[in-house]
C-alpha cells in the first residue's frame, strides 16, 4: 500500500494513510487525500482561496481515476463549489458521462446535494490579485476588465511562467494492489475565464490503470494536454519501460514540443509493483510518499529533466 503526492499533499496525507491501512480503497485514498489540500486557504494553487482567473472568479478543475475500470470523473472550470474532487468522483460514479463544465458543472453539484459556497476568496488573495495585476494595467483597465472587448490582451499575464502555478496530484495503491489517481487545481492564477487546464483531461494531467500504473502532472497544463503526458507514461509502462525510464521519455516528448509556450512541467508516478517516481523541469522540486509500513512520508527531490523555456 502506497500513497504518492505531490508535496502540497501532505496535509491530507494522515487520512488517506487511515483509509489505506483500515482495508479502504484506493478511491477513497485518493479523495480522502486531497479534501484536506482543498481546503487549506495557504495553497493558492487548489480549491478554497486559490488564485482566481483575470476577472477575479475562482474556477476549479478536477478529476479521479479508477485504474481497475477506467472509469473517469472530471469537472471543469467549476464555480462556487469547493470539493472539486468529489463532485468529480460524483460525475464517475452517477452519470454515464467523464467531463463536466461551467454552469452543467455547477448545477450538477448542487444536485448532488454539494453547498456551495459564498465567499471563495479571501481578502488577501483579492488583494494579491489586484497588486499584481495592476503591475501591468492601469487602475481604469482594471475596473472595466468584466466589460472589456479584449481581455485576450492580457492572456499573457495568465501563461507567464514567473507568476504563481500549482495543483495536487494523488496517487494511492491499496491492500488490493489496486490503483486510483486523482489531480485538483484552481489552474493558472489570472486565466482567461473558462479555459481548462490538464488536471480535468483524462489522459493529459491524470490517468491510472492496474495493469502498468498511475501518473499525473503539474505544471503548465497545455503542455500536457498537447503531449498526453500521463497517459503517456502509462503506455510507456505498458510497452516495458521502467517507471524512470517511463517518465523520462514523458518529459522528453514535453522537451519536443514546438510552438512558442513551452513552460514548467512536474510528474508523479507509480508503476504496478508500488514504485514511485517524481520528475520536474525545475531544480529542487520536491514529491512524497509513504507506504503503510512507513511511520510518515518521505519527501525526495524530483528527478531533474530540463525543459527549455520559450515564451512569446
Ligand atoms: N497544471 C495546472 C493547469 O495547467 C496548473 C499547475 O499545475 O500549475 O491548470
Not at 164 to 180: L, R
Not at 279 to 284: A, I, R, T
Request: glycine share 10%; with cysteine; net charge negative.
Amino acid at each position: 500500500m502506497i500513497l504518492v503526492g505531490s508535496t502540497n499533499a501532505t496535509i491530507g496525507f494522515p487520512a488517506g494513510m487511515e483509509i489505506l491501512r483500515s482495508g479502504g480503497s484506493a478511491l477513497d485514498a485518493v479523495e480522502a487525500t486531497i479534501r484536506p489540500v482543498e481546503d487549506n486557504p495557504d495553497d493558492r494553487t487548489v480549491g478554497f482561496n486559490g488564485y482566481p482567473n483575470i476577472l477575479g472568479e475562482l474556477e476549479l478543475d478536477a478529476s479521479i481515476m479508477d485504474g481497475r475500470t477506467l472509469e473517469s470523473g472530471a469537472i471543469g472550470a467549476l464555480k462556487g463549489v469547493i470539493p472539486a474532487i468529489s463532485v468529480a468522483r460524483k460525475v464517475m460514479e452517477t452519470l454515464p458521462h467523464v467531463l463536466l463544465v461551467g454552469d452543467g458543472a455547477d448545477r450538477f453539484a448542487k444536485e448532488m446535494g454539494f453547498e456551495s459556497t459564498e465567499e471563495l476568496l479571501t481578502p488577501e488573495v483579492k488583494a494579491a490579485r489586484e497588486k499584481i495585476l495592476r503591475q501591468d494595467m492601469s487602475a481604469a483597465e482594471f475596473a472595466s476588465l468584466a466589460e472589456s472587448d479584449n481581455l485576450r490582451q492580457w492572456v499573457k499575464l495568465a501563461t507567464d511562467p514567473e507568476r504563481t502555478y500549482g495543483t495536487v496530484n494523488v496517487i494511492a495503491q491499496d491492500q488490493n494492489g489496486d490503483i486510483a489517481c486523482g489531480v485538483s487545481t484552481s489552474g493558472w492564477a489570472w486565466k482567461y475565464p473558462g479555459r481548462l487546464g490538464d488536471s480535468p483531461i483524462i489522459g493529459a494531467g491524470n490517468y491510472a490503470d492496474n495493469r502498468y500504473g498511475a501518473a499525473a502532472c503539474t505544471g503548465m497544463g497545455e503542455m500536457a494536454i498537447r503531449a498526453s503526458t500521463a497517459r503517456s507514461i502509462v503506455l510507456y509502462l505498458k510497452m516495458g519501460l521502467s517507471i524512470t525510464d517511463a517518465c523520462a521519455q514523458a518529459m522528453q516528448d514535453l522537451n519536443e514540443l514546438g510552438g512558442k509556450f513551452i513552460g514548467r512541467m512536474n510528474l508523479i508516478a507509480l508503476d504496478k509493483d508500488g514504485t514511485p517516481a517524481g520528475y520536474s523541469s525545475m531544480k529542487g522540486k520536491t514529491f512524497v510518499y509513504q507506504t503503510s509500513e512507513m511511520e510518515t512520508y518521505v519527501e525526495q527531490e524530483r528527478t531533474l529533466v530540463e525543459i527549455e523555456e520559450r515564451w512569446g
